[in-house]
């Protein structure tokens, strides 16, 4: 029979701490049954600031540099050349020691530490086109990279490594409970379970020079030097996050990965890490959940093709090269800018946005970039982009708020409307913003007409020529009080 969440959870304490782990008496991971949230760290005592928490050692990390799996590689038929390029992407070169690992069922030192970690999830790569579908015109459809990763596997790795893939070949000792030969299918789905566990679990891993440290210019020893490698840092990656909530912190010295305290915690609190300040859409995506704190950070990507669309249509063959050549020199070129909240002290359209506009607004390639500033032909242009973009999402804000309000949806579903609804309201709050920026108090009413009929409301027949009409009318109206130009 299986061992419960709970037994799994006491021994993967016992193998902590007998490989080396340190942990502080006032912290015990628990079982979360019923949340959805697995495990959680929580403190069972009051914490102090800059406590440590606990301490897990380099070597009971799981990562290439720990694994014989590189040597072994290296001794085995595959020509050196392509076993170097398995290890010279972190996200592979984890992926595959992962793989390897896990395949070794009781034989890898890291066995208790696979048996707590999920086999299932939520995130995005797992979605069916349907529940995808639901997340409407939202980005992250495009950044889910499932295709990619199993290409590179079907077609790269698992026909160079056979052996690799093949329990088999590499196996001593019991390994009854798996089969010595997986299908490619099955490879690949255990190539996305590995992939998706490092994207919600994984960290960075800063690597301890080689070398003695050099003292820098200002007379400071930087005593550790940036590197890519990623590595699974037990217990560290047991801690949930929730934006703001973050009150503990992981730092890497010499003698391993310390996980601190970074304000008090009462007893009975959660631990939490800080994820960073990711937009929903990209939590859904790396992690399977979302939580309401996290909608501050809610993006909208624009891209730069509906920029040319909107403001670059004058452009003479060349003359777009040549612009973009200007952004990419000052590093301001992407291929999409995100819009954010518009909030009193900040504006949602970033700075690059605004100078990208007001350069292909410009008649003749300058010299110099134009400022990031908002002309009276920047806010036309932001509209024509605004007005493409909620268009592109099916349903109205309001309908989203209604179906969310009247409950009964499906998990994936409800995540997916939540998503889609953040990304509504940002565009309304930036249609909102230029709105005032144009047209005062007396326009944000006008505004508000065009936003009931807009944001997200399905207007066949219409097609963005008529938006543009009105945006010029009322550009030739202000135009004549006002002689605006651009800067
Ligand atoms: C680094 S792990 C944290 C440990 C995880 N709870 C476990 O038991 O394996 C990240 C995963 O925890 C879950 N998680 C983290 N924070 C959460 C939260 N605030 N609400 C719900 N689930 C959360 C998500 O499934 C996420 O992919």
Known sequence: MEDSAEQRTSAFMEWLLSSGGLINSSVKLADLPGTGMGRGV?????IAEDEVLFVIPRSAVLCSENSDLKSKM????????????????????????????????ADSQWKPYFDI????????????KEELEE?????????????????????SLVP??????????????????????????????????????????????????????????????SDYEEVMAKGMVPLADMLNADAHRNNARLFQTESGLEMRSVKPIQRGEELFNDYGPLPRSDLLRRYGYITENYAQFDVVEISFQKAVDAAGEHLEPGELEARIRMLEDEGLYDSSYDLSHSTPS?????????????????????????????????????QRILAARIREYPTKLEDDEVLLQNGGLALRKALAVEVRLGEKRVLKGAWLEIAG????????????????????????GEDLEMERENTEERRDKRRKTDGDGLH
Do not use: C
């Open 42 to 46: 929580f403190a069972v005592d009051d």
């Open 74 to 105: 290296l001794h085995a038929d595959s020509p050196n050349s392509k076993v170097q390029s398995v290890f010279e992407s972190p996200w592979t070169e984890l992926i595959v020691v992962m793989i390897y690992e896990f395949l070794k069922g």
């Open 117 to 128: 970690l999920p086999a299932e999830f939520n995130s995005l790569m797992f979605w069916s």
């Open 135 to 155: 997340l409407q015109a939202s980005a992250v459809r495009e950044k889910i990279g499932k295709e990619s990763t199993d290409i590179g596997f079907r077609e």
């Open 160 to 221: 160079d490594f056979p052996e690799l893939f093949r329990p088999s070949a590499h196996m001593r000792g019991p390994t009854a409970s798996l089969e010595s030969s997986l299908s490619d299918d099955e490879i690949i789905s255990l190539a996305h379970r590995m992939g998706s566990t490092i994207m919600a679990y994984a960290f960075d891993l800063e690597k301890v020079a080689d070398e003695e440290p050099d003292g820098d210019d200002e007379g400071f020893v």
């Open 346 to 382: 900040s504006s949602a359209f970033p700075d690059e946005l605004l100078i990208l506009i007001n350069l292909l607004l410009l008649p003749r390639t300058p010299r110099k970039l134009p400022k990031p500033k908002k002309t009276y032909h920047t806010i036309a242009v932001l």
């Open 437 to 460: 920026d144009s047209l005062g108090g007396e326009g944000a009413e006008h505004l508000m007409d065009i936003d009931t009929q807009g944001l997200g409301a399905k207007r066949e």
